[in-house]
C-alpha cells in the first residue's frame, strides 16, 4: 500500500488535512519546528491555490533521501485553467485573485529546491523540496 497518497484538494477543509498531513510528516523526520512551519506554510499556499484557481487538484507530501540527506518533497498537481504567465507569478506581489501575491514566491523562498510547470488550458505541476539540515 501507498505510504503517501496524495491528498486531493476539493474545499478548504481538504487544505488544513494536507497541512496536518505535511507537518506530522515533517516531525516524523526530526524536522525542528520552524521547518516545519516552512514545510505547513508552504503545502497550505499550494493547496490554497489549487482551491481558488483550479477548483481540485492533489497535494502528494513524501519523505526524500539523496545520499545522507532526508528531505520533504511536496508536489501540487492540478488540471486548472495553468498559468499564463508562469515568470510574473512568481513576483512578488503579483496576483490574479486580488490576493497578497505572496504564493508562490513564499513558497519559492520557504523550500530549498522548487520547480513549475503550467501549460494554459492544461494544469499546473508544481514540485518543492526541504532537505533537513543536521
Excluded: C
Excluded at 477543509?13 to 497541512?19: H, M, S
Excluded at 485553467?81 to 497578497?100: C, F, H, N, Q, R
Amino acid at each position: 500500500m501507498d505510504n503517501n497518497p496524495s491528498i486531493h484538494v476539493y474545499n478548504e477543509w481538504d487544505i488544513v488535512v494536507a497541512r496536518q498531513s505535511g507537518r506530522d510528516l515533517a516531525k516524523s523526520l526530526g524536522f525542528g519546528e520552524v521547518d516545519q512551519a516552512r514545510i505547513t506554510t508552504a503545502i497550505s499556499e499550494l493547496a490554497r491555490n489549487i482551491y481558488l484557481y483550479a477548483k481540485q487538484g492533489e497535494i502528494e507530501v513524501s519523505p526524500v533521501y539523496e545520499g545522507d540527506k532526508v528531505g520533504i518533497k511536496i508536489i501540487s498537481r492540478d488540471n486548472g485553467p495553468g498559468i499564463k504567465d508562469v515568470m510574473k507569478a512568481l513576483e512578488d506581489g503579483y496576483s490574479t485573485s486580488g490576493g497578497l501575491g505572496a504564493g508562490l514566491p513564499g513558497v519559492k523562498r520557504l523550500m530549498d529546491e522548487f520547480s513549475i510547470e503550467s501549460s494554459e488550458g492544461k494544469g499546473t505541476l508544481v514540485t518543492a523540496v526541504k532537505w533537513k539540515l543536521f
